[in-house]
């Protein structure tokens, strides 16, 4: 039998390739996993860092002064940025009742005599009490330490003083990441793990069972053109997912993409074909859902939370960062944020490309040899 053409076989893996498109998008629930489903965490973690770089403590304020003073001070309180006052709250025992179940950082007490001007003195005067749980004890130094500031600026005004030692604030002309960015470049992390591992692994098996991969294998079919095709089609896929995170970063949380698009999108498949690779692996070894299911998890849960997907890596004990900066998706992850947010180029992450050169030819090596039809 003659050999056929790599133009008949290129055409083969065409085929495949809009057979594994098609099944893709008439499969709903592979459309949620993949498209709604990254969708739906960045609203969350977005919303959760967007605004994390403005600091606010929930409060109660309990006033019991008749003072000028005191009244202007609960009216800025309210207007204030960083306090989040409750309003309903017009009793100590009601703002413990909250403290007790975190749903208030602190209270600030006001006494009788706050504000008052006091015999021989020519200005207000008093001491606010900040009452605050053993749990937020954070929270209530931090507090304290903004309304010192507050009444150290109203001091000033009041009364003439002398200050030796001070301190100032520099701002550097650079800018750093926000925690928004770590979240967004994680998550492009998680959307890679959802497409390239959980995706084979859950079409391959259930192929097997239906015995149409038994079948694939009785026709000149090659493993590496079944492999190819369904790299092409995941790429199309993750194109129209990527898409839709950018879009929603970019126009509702403002992210500012300060890399290269080309080598960003370049990158962003790169990591694609490497993660999938993974996916082929598990996928085609396992013969059912029983047995490809533990075995993902085993490798999916460790790369999620030790890679930088959820929280920063510099979080970590400096050990676990070592062993974690191994992991497939961790070289992706720093690569997207060095690219995206920090503008740098493929020069400047040579590390990350090869790390990832060297498991994708590891992965596929091992997704190759341990292949079953069924």
Do not use: C
């Not at 003073?69 to 960083?82: G, R, T």
């Not at 909250?98 to 015999?119: C, W, Y």
């Amino acid at each position: 039998m003659n050999k056929p053409s790599l133009r008949k076989q290129l055409y083969t893996v065409g085929v495949f390739v809009r057979i594994n498109s098609r099944r893709f998008f008439r499969d709903r629930l592979a459309l949620f996993f993949t498209v709604i489903f990254p969708l739906i965490f960045l609203f969350v973690f977005g919303s959760l860092n967007s605004g994390s770089g403005n600091v606010s403590f929930n409060v109660a304020i309990i006033n019991h002064s008749d003072s000028t003073f005191a009244s202007d001070f609960v009216k800025q309180s309210k207007d204030s940025k960083i306090l989040k006052v409750d309003d309903t709250i017009t009793s100590l025992d009601a703002a413990k009742d909250k403290m007790g179940r975190s749903e208030l950082d602190a209270t600030i007490v006001l006494p009788s005599n706050f504000g008052d001007i006091q015999p021989g003195q020519a200005y207000p005067s008093g001491q606010a009490e900040i009452i605050y749980t053993q749990n937020n004890q954070a929270s209530a130094s931090a507090l304290t330490s903004v309304l010192n500031a507050q009444f150290s600026a109203v001091n000033s005004k009041l009364v003439t003083t002398v200050t030796p030692f001070t301190v100032k604030g520099t701002q550097l002309n650079e800018n750093s990441l926000s925690a928004f960015d770590y979240t967004f470049a994680g998550l492009l992390g998680f959307s890679l793990i959802g497409m390239g591992i959980f995706g084979p692994v859950n079409v391959f098996p259930e192929l097997k069972k239906m015995g149409i991969l038994r079948r694939l294998s009785t026709t000149p079919l090659r493993v590496w053109q079944y492999f190819l095709s369904t790299v092409i089609a995941q790429a199309a896929i993750g194109i129209v997912s990527f898409t839709a995170l950018f879009v929603v970063a970019i126009f509702v949380f403002h992210l500012d993409i300060v890399g290269n698009w080309l080598e960003l999108i370049v990158f962003l498949l790169l990591g694609m074909v490497t993660i999938l690779g993974i996916g082929l692996a598990l996928g085609g070894w396992a013969k059912n859902e029983r047995q490809a299911a533990p075995l993902s998890n085993i490798i999916v849960f460790p790369m999620m939370f030790l890679s930088g997907t959820f929280f920063p890596r510099y979080l970590m004990p400096d050990w676990l960062q070592h062993v974690s900066a191994f992991l497939p998706l961790t070289p992706i992850i720093d690569g997207i944020r060095l690219i995206a947010t920090e503008g740098k180029n493929f020069i400047d992450i040579l590390p990350q490309i090869g790390l990832i050169g060297a498991w994708l030819v590891v992965i596929y090596i091992i997704a190759f040899r341990v292949f079953r039809w069924e």
